[in-house]
């Protein structure tokens, strides 16, 4: 039995707390927040206690073998260190951190005290996307040139407005399009430039928009679309290659679709259908976390994938200040 500790329950932190209910041999030991009444709600077995700080959850639980953290991105830090310092293993949701020094220095500090540091970057874990990258990867589209991906909706209402705060939170391009820059990279490979443009430092009220291009070393050119500025929330992805194409739109009712082109240069549209799991991605994502940890495996999404992800959105965020392109340093650590 994997005894876990949930820090955070807001939003995630109650995707969370449901995927562990539903778990075999894993037991949500404890929920921490500030608010005891908002962890009472997500609270699904009398089992799981209840603590405001996570000095009194490991003071007053007997055993924890995970302390997920599904705080603000601001705060991500602070708990993956504690948990570091009490040599527990740590599930941290994206992205991993607020700024990439941060991110380096919770890498470093987990492998200091020989802690396991799991991110959660859950698109991987989605079966519209694991089938999209099963294609590309099997050539069905042939060499991929061009690929386009939109993500987005409200303008989230985070604890303390936190994300209208920009000394708190990056915005549509750290917070959400990040997404789609590890899903990319992990598909495609390195990305070596980056430009930007949005909203980001303009008056706009609670509106965040960006239009995110990014070169990879492979020469395909990505259009990476995130917005807080529309009412309903969708993800949309497009891969053309020389054969056809891969397409998807939460909106529509259609799962992934290939179209690939005859002889004749004609399109011929052949639909690939993908079910959705029965279990949620959350589910499937920390399932094999813990299975990472128990079985002593290397995870689809490393801590590693994680930072370069970051190091994507900085890039794209230092373009849209100076309205430059950025190009990723080939040794994938510094911007210039």
């Known amino acids: 039995m994997q005894h876990v500790l949930l820090i955070g329950a ?19 030991a404890g929920i921490v927040d500030l608010n005891k009444e908002r962890a009472e709600k997500i609270r699904l077995s009398e089992e799981t206690r209840v603590f405001q700080s996570l000095e009194e959850a490991v003071q007053n639980l007997e055993h924890i073998d995970v302390i997920d953290i599904c705080v603000p991105t601001f705060s ?9 310092d009490y040599g527990i293993n740590v599930i941290c949701e994206k992205p991993l951190a607020y700024n990439l020094e941060d991110a ?58 936190w994300y209208a705060d920009l000394n708190k939170s ?72 020389k054969n056809g194409i891969i397409e998807y739109d939460s909106l529509k009712e259609e799962p992934v679709l290939v179209d690939i082109k005859s002889n004749n240069g004609e399109l011929g549209g052949v639909a690939v259908p993908h079910s959705p ?26 801590a590693e994938d994680a930072y370069k992800a970051m190091e994507i959105s900085y890039a794209a965020l230092q373009s849209l200040k100076t309205g430059l392109p950025v190009t990723l340093d080939s040794k994938g650590g510094t911007l210039s």
Not at 77 to 82: F, M, P, S, T
Not at 189 to 208: F, P, T
Not at 212 to 232: C, P, Y
Not at 277 to 302: A, R
């Open 277 to 302: 799991l029965k279990k949620s991605p959350y589910f499937v994502e920390l399932e094999h976390f813990l299975n990472c940890l128990q079985d002593g495996l290397t995870p689809i999404v490393t």
């Open 76 to 84: 991500h830090k602070q708990y993956v260190l504690k948990a570091a």
């Open 170 to 241: 990056g915005g549509v391009i750290l917070d959400l399009i990040i997404h789609d820059f590890d899903f990319l990279r992990w598909t495609l490979g390195e990305v070596e430039r980056v430009y930007a443009k949005g909203l980001a430092g303009r008056e706009a009220g609670k509106l965040d928009y960006a239009l995110v291009t990014l070169r990879f070393k492979s020469g395909v050119i990505a259009h990476v679309e995130g917005t807080w500025a529309h009412n309903t929330f969708s993800t949309q992805f497009e891969f053309a290659g």
């Open 10 to 28: 807001g939003t995630m932190g109650k995707e969370h707390a449901l995927a562990y209910s539903s778990m075999n041999h894993v037991k949500l």
């Open 104 to 161: 380096k220095e919770m890498i470093e500090y987990c492998n200091v005290k020989h802690v396991k540091l799991f991110v959660g970057h859950v698109v991987r874990f989605f079966p519209q996307y694991k089938k999209a990258r099963e294609l590309v990867k099997s050539g069905s589209i042939g060499e991929v040139g061009v690929v386009r991906t939109k993500r987005g909706g409200n303008f989230p209402e985070g604890w303390n407005d």
